[in-house]
């Protein structure tokens, strides 16, 4: 199962190449039983970065229709919203795919690259080279880190780590995940601190451990480079089920 439409219609290979092939943002999401988890913050991203990057609004309500007339009743998938410069005004690129699960626990690997403008989920960046590089190696992805050393999120995920007081996630240039987001709105409901620090490679085997979280989930981290880490998978189940309780919207 893939489809991808343009505006709301299938295009041909030429359109779509031509579209893809020029800057542009998005956001992804999984869907299930046809809704998905934060859409407010889904749709609040595309608008954001549209006024940033095209300096043109969004209608959140075409947005939505777009996704359902994608789906085209489909219950369960991940879903992307891609918007794409185009000759007059953005375009609206809807993919639609099998649904995805985080898989865990995840060996990380450090890559010394951030992403360019890194508060925005942009295209056309260099983090997949770094993803397949420690992939090749073993990995199941990399961690990104600053020149100063701060770790700032991997290729696909954030980041987070835990020590004896909660939850400490990197204070470095990254974006501000869905999944990181509603994680902190529930947070303080489910008694778990959250806080925002620099963490360095140097630093993690001083702490309890460490997590990744997007849209298809929380997973543990067990290993960064060549350090093992001994993270609590009770934990991680404890974020896997504040996330749980977050509710779905329908699309």
Do not use: C
Not at 77 to 82: E, K, N
């Amino acid at each position: 199962m893939e489809r991808v439409e343009i505006d709301g219609a299938e295009p041909t290979p030429e359109q779509l190449l031509a579209v893809t092939s020029a800057h542009g943002h998005f956001t992804a999401m999984q869907v299930r039983g046809g809704k998905t988890r934060g859409l407010d913050l889904h749709v609040e991203r595309l608008a954001s970065s549209n006024r940033e990057v095209f300096d043109a609004d969004l209608d959140p309500d075409r947005i939505r229709a777009l996704i359902r007339h994608t789906l085209a009743g489909t219950a369960d998938a991940s879903v992307r919203v891609y918007i794409h410069r185009a000759d007059d005004t953005p375009v609206t690129v809807v993919t639609v795919r099998p649904p995805a699960e985080m898989t865990s626990p995840q060996r990380l690997r450090s890559a010394s690259y951030g992403r360019p403008d890194p508060h925005i989920k942009h295209v056309h960046t260099d983090q997949g080279l770094y993803r397949e590089a420690a992939q090749r190696a073993g990995f199941e992805d990399a961690v990104l880190t600053m020149p100063d050393g701060r770790m700032s999120e991997t290729t696909m995920a954030n980041i987070g780590f835990f020590d004896e007081t909660g939850v400490v996630w990197p204070d470095a240039p990254m974006l501000n995940g869905i999944t990181k987001q509603l994680l902190e709105r529930e947070a303080a409901d489910a008694g778990i601190s959250m806080r925002e620090r620099p963490v360095r490679a140097a630093e993690v085997d001083a702490l309890s451990g460490a997590f990744v979280s997007s849209a298809r989930g929380i997973g543990l981290v067990s290993v960064i480079d060549d350090l093992n880490l001994e993270t609590p998978p009770t934990r991680v189940d404890e974020l896997v089920g504040v996330y749980a309780s977050v509710p779905w919207d329908e699309i």
